[in-house]
């Protein structure tokens, strides 16, 4: 069976300080792969998707990136840390193809300070 | 106008009572629609998909009106573990990406 990891499961960071946050999903091959973020009291805001390896698309300006250096890995990074960047993040993985359902992982609360 | 949009709530209802959920959609061009529900603090998870021809599970039912272009859930005998919030996700033709609403919090009062 399918299973999605997220580490770690929570984070307190100062701001301007690097982010790496990881994904990996096992059980499956050539996953489409999301970033989402979810703020308090707010709804799912994708951040980025991926349909293969080294393929990122980006949703919304802002300072972080994605990188998908394997199949089943997914990170989201930043080189320095805002306040509005605390949030619920949460990776997700779905079937290639479109009308999938999506998976998500435990996710990553990161208080930013 | 947002994508998906949905009533926010709260929704505080008894327990044992039925409770609707409506959501609209501004793509007529969307071709998949889901339910997810939310637990405090915990990642989404699917409850159930919505057909044309509208779908049960158990207490659950969802209807999807293409016309009018929104989606809803209905559960009957609610139970207090139904309390949560309910999400309604848009799959757009052609499209690898979904689109999530903003949720609707349900709490069951016993």
């Known amino acids: 069976s399918q299973t999605i990891h997220q580490w770690p499961a929570t984070l307190v960071q100062p701001v301007g300080s690097p982010l790496s946050l990881e994904c990996t999903v096992e059980g499956t091959s050539n996953p489409n792969l999301y970033w989402y973020r979810q703020a308090a009291g707010r709804g799912l805001q994708l951040l980025f998707y991926?349909?293969?390896?080294?393929?990122i698309s980006s949703e919304v300006p802002q300072n972080l990136s994605a990188s998908r250096p394997q199949d089943r890995q997914f990170i989201l990074s930043s080189k320095k840390l805002l306040l509005s960047d605390s949030g619920f993040y949460l990776c997700?993985?779905?079937?290639?193809?479109?009308?999938?359902?999506?998976?998500f992982g435990p996710g990553t609360r990161l208080t930013v300070l | 106008r947002k994508e998906v949009e949905q009533d926010p709530g709260p929704f505080n209802v008894p327990e044992g009572a039925t409770v609707a959920f409506n959501c609209t959609y501004s793509?007529?061009?969307?071709?998949?629609f889901f339910w997810y529900r939310q637990d405090c603090r915990k990642e989404p998870k699917l409850l159930m998909s919505v057909y044309s021809s509208g779908n049960e599970d158990g207490r659950f039912t969802a209807q999807l009106n293409r016309a009018s272009q929104y989606i809803s859930l209905l559960i009957r005998d609610s139970k207090l573990s139904d309390s949560a919030t309910y999400l309604c996700?848009?799959?757009?033709?052609?499209?690898?990406?979904?689109?999530f609403g903003t949720g609707t919090r349900l709490t069951i009062i016993p």
């Open positions: 996700v848009v799959n757009d033709f052609g499209n690898e990406k979904l689109t």
């Open positions: 991926s349909v293969g390896i080294g393929q």
């Open positions: 793509n007529s061009a969307s071709q998949s």
């Open positions: 997700a993985w779905s079937v290639q193809g479109a009308r999938s359902q999506q998976f």
